[in-house]
């Protein structure tokens, strides 16, 4: 079976749309660092580091430290498919994190996007 193309893809190459989307709509770079964190586990350091080796998603969520236990609190739409409903584990990983900064562009309340 043919792997997506999004799980070679670096995580670095990604990254900056995510501050773009962020800065946008006034939101931060930490913003963003928060959200990767609660996610997936890695510390801020983790980040520099994982932006520097240009890490493909599939290692990015491979050795994440820890997947957030609150990950199935993500519900809705992304790139036209729900993101609970998508069966590839590690396309609905990234697609979890899309949505997540989805909703921080959106405006949403940091603790509202962290299911806190």
């Given at each position: 079976?043919?792997?997506n193309?999004v799980?070679a ?6 990254y900056?749309h995510?501050i773009?989307?962020a ?7 930490e ?6 964190i609660w996610?997936?586990g890695?510390?801020?350091a ?18 994440a430290?820890?997947?957030?236990p609150?990950v199935?609190?993500?519900?809705g739409l992304i790139?036209?498919?729900?993101v609970?409903d ?10 979890y994190?899309?949505?997540?900064i989805?909703e921080?562009?959106?405006g ?7 299911r806190?």
């Amino acid at each position: 079976m043919k792997k997506n193309r999004v799980f070679a893809m670096s995580f670095a190459s990604v990254y900056p749309h995510y501050i773009t989307k962020a800065e946008k709509k006034g939101k931060t770079k930490e913003d963003v660092h928060t959200i990767i964190i609660w996610l997936t586990g890695y510390t801020n350091a983790d980040i520099d580091t994982i932006l520097e080796t240009k890490i493909d998603f599939e290692t990015f969520f491979e050795k994440a430290p820890k997947l957030n236990p609150n990950v199935d609190k993500i519900k809705g739409l992304i790139c036209g498919y729900r993101v609970e409903d998508i069966e590839d584990p590690l396309m609905q990983k990234i697609r979890y994190l899309d949505k997540l900064i989805d909703e921080l562009a959106r405006g949403k309340k940091m603790e509202s996007i962290l299911r806190s």
